[in-house]
């Protein structure tokens, strides 16, 4: 099965604007939400943040739909031919994605240079040495570009790496695109202000809901997590592939 896409189109696969498109059956999304039979599903990290936004942003939208492992295609030639979002978000805003890390009882910094890109490091509270971890922001930011470009362009694609668990204490100058639950409420306001006053991201209405959830829909086919951890087992099992915890 090729997973890949052959080429990334110049044009949103579907627009906002356009009609005749087939309603979301909204019982095969709240599966896809929900899989219980899903790696993920198991996963506290992943579950206590969905509470978290859905607590922060269901005052500030009528409308908020949450998406679980939402796995879409690579364009051709990416070294992982499939992409996975932890959490989709779709409400009036646009659609705003997170990357969930269970990190938790640990202080997360990173350390940049002029010369390099930024390594990232977690290191446990009570203990001295670190240990280097993939970074979370470029990770989601670069599958995020890639969504963005299936996306119409005026619909608002956000990405955050979210860390739901308390304990987690962030060190040194961080990316704004990090978050802990106390940021919600912040981020949920900030969206709900941004889809009122920028002309170039429109609110969406009840039918560009429809239809957004749709195209996430479309996108993802029958792509599973089991995929995905598949080609990511068989990327790291290629013969020099860099491997970081």
Known sequence: MTTALHK?????????????????????????????????????????????????????????????????????????????????????????LFEVKGWRNAVVYRKTSTQTVPRWFLRQHGHSLAREVKDPAWQCGRKTTHLRSLMPSDLRVQYFVMLPFDGVELEGVMPTVVITPQDLPYIARVARNNGRSEQGYPMLDNAAIDRTLQLLNDLQGELTVDDHMRNCRERTAQPGALKLQ
Not at 28 to 53: F, H, K, N, V
């Open 8 to 96: 990334v189109p110049a044009r949103p696969v579907l627009t906002l604007a356009g009609h005749g498109h087939k309603k979301p059956d909204p019982a095969a999304l709240a599966r896809r939400a929900c899989s219980p039979d899903s790696e993920p599903a198991t996963s506290a990290a992943t579950t206590l943040a969905i509470q978290q936004l859905a607590a922060a942003f269901q005052p500030a939208f009528g409308r908020m739909h949450v998406l679980r492992d939402l796995v879409i295609p690579m364009y051709e030639g990416s070294a992982v031919p499939t992409a996975r979002f932890d959490v989709a978000l779709v409400c009036e805003a646009g659609v705003y």
